[in-house]
């Protein structure tokens, strides 16, 4: 009896082991990204005018901005840029000077709140009398 007491320690304290080993951690699921939401802004800009729209981020990620159609001319160049919004002003967070139809301004946001898209005459508009009917697209989390 003396020699089986050790051997089953032995064997108890393997059988213990093993199952105190499969302490494996636990998987960690792949944050759920923040639903999309698609708005889309129309208006008529004409030389040296500018407007500007403002939407809410609800959740982080990718906010993209595009001018889908410029009627009646949609070869015109304008300006286009995604900002922050104050409530009043909508401030250049990422711009192009040189938008037309199909052009898209991709940013990734950080955190949620105001942000804004603003369309304007970047001084390509030549005629005075000119003014064109937009539509863009953003759609942000």
């Keep these: ?15 213990l082991a093993a199952a105190c080993e ?13 639903p999309t939401v698609t708005d889309d802004f129309t208006g008529t800009l ?24 410029l009627d009646p001319d949609g070869g015109q160049a304008l ?4 900002g922050t919004w ?7 967070f990422k711009a192009n000077e040189n938008t037309t139809v199909g052009t898209t301004i991709v940013v990734t946001a950080n955190s949620t709140g105001p942000l804004c898209v603003r369309i304007y005459d970047s001084g390509k508009i030549t005629n005075a ?6 539509d863009i697209q953003v759609i942000h989390p």
Excluded at 22 to 32: G, K, Q, R, V
Excluded at 56 to 65: E, P, S
Excluded at 129 to 134: D, H, K, R, V
């Design 1 to 15: 009896m003396t020699r089986r007491f050790p051997l089953l320690a032995l064997l108890f304290t393997v059988a």
């Design 22 to 34: 499969d302490a494996s951690p636990a998987p960690t699921p792949a944050p759920t990204p923040s």
């Design 46 to 69: 004409g030389k040296n005018g500018a407007i500007a729209h403002s939407f809410n981020l609800v959740g982080t990620g990718a906010v993209t901005a595009t001018l889908k159609s």
């Design 79 to 82: 300006g286009l840029y995604i």
């Design 86 to 92: 104050d409530g009043s002003a909508c401030a250049v």
């Design 129 to 134: 009398a000119a003014t064109f009917n937009y």
